[in-house]
């Protein structure tokens, strides 16, 4: 069906489909007036998002209802697109379903959406119901995904708070990676690794190799040396998969979010390439001493944050190794493990390394879920070069337009750079501050950045959207009073661990 436009009894315009109206044959704006007054809302919303408001009339009115707010509308239909400039942002429905929640969370991120007063222009969802729904489903998704990544930030944001002090104040060897124009390879740590890991020794010479931190082991104790090893969880067990036996090679050169958790001993031993989130108060702290570092894309994995790093390292083919994005029968990642060596000391003839491995293949697939999503989504715009490679492994996903491909196919593609010596180049830098004065930098920064909105809303998210959304002027003082406390607690905490 297509629009039909007409003029109204007033002499504005109005559509129909099949003789169906979407707006007042009689009053048009007036309609629309009343939709936005009879709105009900008992909160200060971030965002509002009209799903098919067709020829937008009810646009200026929730901006002057809403002044603060973001106005979105979600397109059923592509016959009213000479109306999208009244909107900040429009989304269409007529691609995937993925497309439509990727677009959402990445227009308007998870503070807004978790705020977002969503509402059916009521003429459009009795036009085209089954669309309609399907709109609401998505949009639930991308409200539940951006509440489990505020509630994630919440949890974690004082420990990548400390994190980035430790980082900052402790790291001696900062080296930043040269751009390459030869093939890439980001091995990570799943069971399809395993059958590579010869190929990857055979045709050693012809690419850069980047490893994740849980394919360090395997890799290592093969004799494939990574160029560069990706860390950037914040959490304690990721120190396990760096605080290996293989720290004794001070040649690795570690790639390591300045968020993430680091062994004190590769401050000490290691060079170490900082990344740091254009959205973090990691970069301050980093400039505050003077270090130099390379911005990295935040991601829910380090595969996900290690391939947009390739993608401007290098205009060459990338190929994703280990990648398998699923679960399996078995071990869920190549061995060695550092992870699982550490579990295994605790299975007992009660809970066998069997029942643990059963539980941990279908525990995590609804995360993996996600992790492949985001390939997925990021595929079409990575363009044609980014290819998921094994030996003929047999996966139960695909990854979107990521190609999968063997070595075969691999060693055709790099033909051309078989006699280069497949190395990056690294530029040093020295820190000019000694360690109190390091301290004195970090302490100040600290202190001038605390009072600064961005601040709060990095370290309590989840306390400022709730002061941001309050109505009640009372409640709204006891939030602010509140996060206050929270914060002097803080600061305290953190002068103690300088």
């Known amino acids: 069906m297509t629009a039909e436009f007409s003029e109204a009894r007033n002499g504005e315009i109005t559509c129909s489909y099949g003789g169906k109206f979407l707006h007042s044959k009689y009053n048009p704006k007036s309609e629309a007036q009343k939709f936005v007054e009879t709105i009900q809302a008992d909160f200060i919303p971030l965002a509002v998002i009209v799903v098919e408001a067709a020829m937008s009339y009810c646009a200026p009115m929730l901006r002057q209802r809403f002044p603060d707010a973001t106005l979105c509308t979600i397109r059923i239909s592509r016959d009213f697109s000479k109306y999208d400039n009244l909107w900040d942002f429009v989304f269409y429905s007529d ?152 720290l004794n090679d001070h040649k690795t050169v570690f790639a390591l979010a300045c968020e993430g958790a680091v062994p004190k001993q590769i401050f000490e031993n290691n060079e170490i390439i900082p990344l740091c989130y254009d959205d973090g108060i990691g970069k301050t702290l980093m400039e505050a001493v003077g270090c130099p570092y390379m911005i990295a894309e935040r ?70 879920e996600i992790y492949r999503n985001w390939f997925v989504s990021r595929a079409h715009t990575a363009g044609k070069r980014v290819f998921r490679l094994s030996d003929g492994y047999n996966y139960v996903h695909t990854l979107g337009d990521i190609k999968d491909v063997d070595w075969r196919f691999f060693e055709k593609k790099t033909d051309g750079a078989k006699n280069s010596s497949g190395k990056v180049s690294f530029s040093s830098y020295e820190i000019g501050t000694e360690e109190n004065n390091r301290k004195e930098r970090l302490l100040k920064t600290l202190e001038e950045i605390s009072g600064t909105q961005y601040f709060r809303n990095d370290i309590f998210p989840l306390e400022t959207l709730l002061i941001r959304r309050e109505l009640n002027q009372s409640k709204k003082e006891e939030l602010m009073k509140s996060e206050e406390e929270k914060l002097q607690n803080l600061m305290q905490k953190l002068r103690s661990m300088m």
Not at 134 to 150: C, F, P, Q, T
Not at 223 to 236: A, L, N, R, Y
Not at 322 to 349: I, M, V, W, Y
């Open 95 to 246: 691609g995937s379903a993925q497309n439509l929640q990727d677009d959402l969370y990445n227009a308007l991120g998870e503070e807004k959406l978790c705020s977002a007063l969503a509402i059916d222009w009521q003429a459009s969802k009795n036009l085209f119901p089954e669309e309609n729904a399907e709109v609401w489903k998505n949009l639930k998704a991308a409200i539940l995904k951006s509440r489990d990544v505020l509630g994630t930030r919440a949890y974690f944001s004082k420990r990548w708070l400390k994190n980035s002090l430790v980082f900052a104040k402790n790291i001696k060897n900062p080296v930043l990676v040269n751009t390459v124009n030869l093939p890439v390879i980001i091995a990570a740590s799943g069971p399809s690794l395993k059958t590579s890991i010869p190929f990857l020794k055979k045709y050693r010479e012809r690419f850069v190799l980047l490893a994740v931190s849980s394919a360090y082991a395997p890799l290592h104790e093969a004799g494939v040396f990574p160029d560069i090893v990706f860390s950037t969880d914040g959490g304690f067990w990721a120190k396990k998969h760096l605080a290996s036996p293989f």
């Open 299 to 368: 991601n829910g994995t380090v595969s996900g944050t290690t391939l947009e790093f390739a993608l401007k390292l290098t205009n060459s083919e990338i190929f994703l190794c280990g990648l398998d994005q699923e679960g399996c029968a078995g071990f869920q990642h190549t061995q060695p493990n550092c992870l699982e060596l550490d579990s295994a000391q605790k299975d007992n003839r009660l809970r066998t390394k069997e029942s643990r491995c059963t539980a941990s293949q279908f525990s995590s697939e609804k995360t993996l």
